[in-house]
């Protein structure tokens, strides 16, 4: 299991922009895709983006064309860069690392977006 250590969110306009990061630390064992997911309260997590250990991506419908998802994998970071946001977007983000036999979470940080 690794350690994740979300930063970025906080509050933007609809139609700005942030850019969430996520360190990874604390396992020795390799670690293969990474991604972020969000949650509202009251709905059930949904996958925002996810990137494989060679930079291959996947997005939901709801953010292609205007979020970014990349690693730098000598760091163990993903990020995730969010464009034209828009009020629905608005959830805690999570990143996730994923190893042979674990998936590993982080703590989650809040995006709100205003109208």
Sequence with gaps: QVQLVESGGGLVESGGSLSLSCA?????????GMGWYRRVPGKQRE?????????TTNYADSVKGRFTISRDNAKNTVYLQMNSLKPEDTAVYYCTADQPTFRSWGQGTQVTVSS
């Design 47 to 55: 996958l925002v983006a996810t990137i494989t250990s060679d930079s």
């Design 24 to 32: 990874a630390s604390g396992s020795r064992f390799r670690i293969n």
